[in-house]
């Protein structure tokens, strides 16, 4: 069982939108390479985003467009002439920890963002804008538990009942990467108003985030997660009627993946879903059927001595 960090817990909650920059320094198509130097040095920046008159994204220059520029005697040609147009671009709407995988797996230094309701540059992303995201939700965080007192909530004792449970249903839809992670933030904040310790809930948010996404991305009709509360246990459930999994052990192995390269070009599909779920659960247990769907089981102790 993995310990989950405060700040791995903030990778799977923050949104993009909430750490990048949004005061973006980009440049007209027709602005001269001579003007992109100029604009370089003031603002000590080594790229900038092409957007057209309506704020569509369409092309990056960088500093190795103007060396090349430079040394062809193209200096005063317009930008449109050497920026890159096939632009990788992440969405407002994504976790922090899809841009974190994209990044790594790229060795890009920044990413362009976009709205993804209509597609137009809103920010930029880069390793910086992600620690101090990072460190001021951290802030943010401490500073309201300390002006709140964080006390455990005894729900489950104040309950006369011989087997008193909570049931919460999700319902996940299939390639809505748009409010993908929006079920396992939803059940970490009802686990919260519960009194659930921080600890347990870190490791419940991350495995439910990984198990969400995988019924996002590879389930055909989607899933459902159901989340059956008891005092002593948290038991989840993730179902799914898709293709099915063909070789559960092979499935679970670290780092292998089916994904398709739409899902690898988004970030996911690193065959490490399954392995982080087992590493934060208690228990876990998988039951799929070629044609018939998946059944996923994660159990957490909630009664386990405080760390």
């Not at 994204?57 to 930008?79: N, R, T, Y």
């Not at 995988?101 to 920044?110: A, D, E, W």
Request: hydrophobic letters at 40%.
């Amino acid at each position: 069982m993995a310990d989950i960090t405060k700040i791995q817990e903030i990778f799977y909650e923050l949104q993009v939108s909430e750490v990048m920059t949004s005061q973006v320094v980009a440049v007209m198509p027709q602005t001269t390479m001579s003007q992109f130097e100029e604009l370089l040095r003031g603002r000590r920046i080594s790229g900038a985003p092409v957007v057209d008159e309506t704020g569509n994204l369409i092309g990056i220059v960088s500093i190795m467009d103007l060396i090349q520029a430079l040394e062809k005697g193209q200096i005063e040609q317009p930008v449109a002439d050497h920026m890159t147009t096939d632009v990788e671009v992440l969405q407002d709407n994504e976790r922090v920890i899809s841009a974190i995988h994209r990044l790594q797996s790229t060795g890009y230094g920044r990413f362009p963002v976009v709205a993804h309701s209509t597609g137009k540059l809103v920010g930029i992303l880069t390793q910086g804008d992600i620690i101090r995201g990072t460190l001021k939700q951290l802030d943010m965080d401490y500073r309201r538990l300390e002006a709140q007192g964080y006390r455990q909530r005894h729900f489950f004792e104040d309950i006369l009942s011989e087997n008193t449970s909570i049931v919460l249903r999700y319902t996940v839809r299939p390639r809505d990467l748009s409010h993908g992670g929006e079920a396992s933030s939803h059940l970490k904040r009802s686990l919260t108003s519960l009194g659930i310790r921080p600890e347990i809930l870190r490791r419940v948010a991350v495995a439910t985030y990984e198990a969400e996404m995988n019924l996002v991305l590879h389930a055909t009709s989607g899933g459902r997660i159901r989340a059956d509360i008891r005092s002593h246990q948290l038991r989840i459930d993730v179902t799914d009627h898709g293709p099915g999994i063909s070789d559960i052990e092979q499935a679970m192995r670290p780092g292998f993946s089916t994904a398709a390269e739409w899902i690898r070009e988004m970030g996911f599909g690193a065959g490490m879903g399954l392995t982080n779920i087992r590493n934060c659960a208690d228990e876990m247990s998988l039951e799929s059927r070629i044609g018939r769907g998946t059944h996923l089981r994660i159990l957490f102790r909630l009664n386990q001595a405080q760390q």
